[in-house]
Antibody, heavy 118, light 109 residues
């Protein structure tokens, strides 16, 4: 079945970078794009950006321009999200989610908790 | 960037019908906004309900339906059950970017 498996929790200091992975399985990796979404404690979800898994093209939310990078490895069917210059308010659960047919985001990873703490 | 607006909270009685809406700061929501709807309960990730305005996922209960209502996207729950009490979020596409609404807290009582 279709699955997205994310890397484990991270604790980072302010100013550091974090790279979260999302390993996909159960479908043709290059056929569907992947978005990253984060959710801070007590807040709603926030869309961060999207990667075209076929050609590596990206589209990032304005709020994250210059601070986020999304990449993919077609040999392992894995997408990555790197966030740089971490701040305390970057503490959140980060999700990858597959953009399916009809632009439906039905399949989600289990989430990765990133805590920014000094 | 797009600002997506939802009702902050709604209350409905069990067995009743309620409609949640989703508006965009860029103008009328259309099918080209590919509205998605999600349900989220405390401590759980969002669960997809509706995509591309009206389409249900295989796991979406029949009592949930999506539509366009005037210049907004809408999610209607018919025959509401206690288990439907949750936060609901819409997601809209515009100009190569997606944006979530702030969410509607649905209370069933």
């Amino acid at each position: 079945q279709v699955q997205l498996m994310q890397s484990g929790s991270e604790v980072k200091e302010p100013g550091a970078s974090v790279k979260v992975s999302c390993k996909t399985s159960g479908y043709a990796f290059i056929s569907f794009g992947v978005s990253w979404v984060r959710q801070a404690p007590g807040q709603g979800p926030e869309w961060m950006g999207w990667i075209n898994t076929y050609n590596g093209g990206t589209s990032y939310a304005q709020n994250f321009q210059g601070r986020v990078s999304m990449t993919r490895d077609t040999s392992t069917s894995t997408v990555y999200m790197e966030l740089r210059g971490l701040r305390f308010d970057d503490t959140a659960v980060y999700y990858c989610t597959r953009e399916g047919d009809g632009y439906g985001y039905g399949i989600w990873g289990q989430g990765t908790l990133v805590t920014v703490s000094s | 960037q797009t600002v997506v607006t939802q009702e902050p909270s709604l209350t409905v009685s069990p067995g009743g019908t309620v409609t949640l809406t989703c508006a965009s700061s860029t103008g009328a929501v259309t099918s080209d906004s590919y509205p998605n709807w999600f349900q989220q309960k405390p401590g759980q990730p969002p669960m997809a309900l509706i995509y591309s305005t009206t389409n249900k996922h295989s796991w979406t209960p029949a009592r949930f339906s999506g539509s366009l209502l005037g210049d907004k996207a809408a999610l209607t729950l018919s025959g509401v059950q206690f288990e439907d009490e949750a936060e609901y979020y819409c997601l809209l596409y515009h100009d190569s970017a997606w944006a979530f609404g702030g969410g509607t807290k649905l209370t069933v009582l």
